[in-house]
């Protein structure tokens, strides 16, 4: 039963990769050196969680890869070759609450790969603090990258100033406190919505097994 919804998902990802190497393609032969170096810009960064995972021989999700190949296209695509940005008011919002969950989904996976997968090692709440830092501490370098881009080369990455890097800094603070949340009730094992935190987590623990060793199939009740 689940064969056919993993093959629609790899599915996705491999048309939106054949779309950009199309578009890529389109653009240098017509002469749009921009559009074609964004194009496979975009291609590559769609790429290289893959090789990087293989490099590093972690088996990623495939919705995982669903989710960064949609980022990616909507973020540097369609963002900057489509100017979704100037287009759409809300889109770089969007884009940012959704990149802060990840981060802070990212975070918690990594602190808890730390203790080993053991989830007594530290306080649940305690582990979904570090996440939390984590996911603002790369939204926070990522706003400074866009400041230094403005300041060095005359850029307009920051759009309206102090105003879009306050307003940028809160999303991530709130879509990192999401997914912290939810590596907290991965840890706790209970509460509304755990069935689909345990199965957003637990696949990709299970996948890495050798990564989270301590790590216990059955979650307290």
Same mark, same amino acid.
């Given at each position: 039963?689940?064969?056919?919804?993993?093959?629609?998902? &790899?599915?996705?990802?491999?048309?939106?990769?054949? #779309?950009?190497?199309?578009? =890529?393609?389109?653009?240098?032969?017509?002469?749009?050196?921009? #559009?074609?170096?964004?194009?496979?810009?975009?291609?590559?960064?769609?790429?290289?969680? @893959?090789?990087? =995972?293989? !490099?590093?021989?972690?088996?990623?999700?495939?919705?995982?890869?669903?989710? @960064?190949?949609?980022? *990616?296209?909507?973020?540097?695509?369609?963002?900057?070759?489509?100017?979704?940005?100037?287009?759409?008011?809300?889109?770089?919002?969007?884009?940012?609450?959704?990149?802060?969950?990840?981060?802070?989904? *990212?975070?918690?996976?990594?602190?808890?790969?730390?203790?080993?997968?053991?989830?007594?090692? =530290?306080?649940?709440?305690?582990?979904?603090?570090?996440?939390?830092? @984590?996911? @603002?501490?790369?939204?926070?370098?990522?706003? *400074?990258?866009?400041?230094?881009?403005?300041?060095?080369?005359? #850029?307009?990455?920051?759009?309206?100033?102090?105003?879009?890097?306050?307003? /940028?800094?809160?999303? /991530? =603070?709130?879509?990192?406190?999401?997914?912290?949340?939810?590596?907290?009730?991965?840890?706790?094992g209970s509460g509304r919505g755990s069935a689909l935190v345990k199965a957003l987590f637990g /696949?990709?623990?299970? !996948?890495?097994? &050798?990564?989270?060793?301590?790590? !216990?199939? &059955?979650? !307290? &009740?």
């Amino acid at each position: 039963m689940t064969t056919p919804k993993i093959f629609g998902q &790899r599915g996705l990802v491999v048309i939106l990769w054949g #779309l950009l190497l199309a578009a =890529a393609l389109a653009a240098l032969v017509m002469g749009n050196w921009e #559009l074609g170096f964004v194009a496979l810009a975009t291609l590559a960064l769609a790429l290289a969680p @893959v090789f990087l =995972a293989s !490099r590093l021989q972690i088996s990623l999700p495939m919705p995982f890869m669903v989710a @960064v190949t949609l980022f *990616i296209f909507a973020s540097v695509f369609m963002g900057e070759a489509f100017n979704f940005y100037e287009r759409f008011w809300w889109w770089d919002i969007a884009l940012h609450a959704a990149s802060s969950v990840g981060f802070g989904t *990212i975070g918690f996976l990594f602190i808890f790969m730390m203790f080993a997968g053991d989830r007594y090692a =530290a306080p649940p709440v305690a582990m979904a603090f570090i996440a939390f830092c @984590v996911g @603002v501490t790369v939204g926070t370098i990522w706003e *400074i990258f866009e400041f230094a881009m403005d300041s060095t080369f005359g #850029l307009n990455m920051q759009k309206s100033g102090l105003d879009d890097t306050m307003e /940028d800094l809160i999303i /991530d =603070a709130i879509g990192s406190g999401i997914g912290a949340c939810a590596g907290y009730i991965y840890l706790r094992g209970s509460g509304r919505g755990s069935a689909l935190v345990k199965a957003l987590f637990g /696949d990709f623990v299970e !996948r890495n097994k &050798r990564l989270y060793h301590k790590s !216990r199939a &059955r979650f !307290r &009740r």
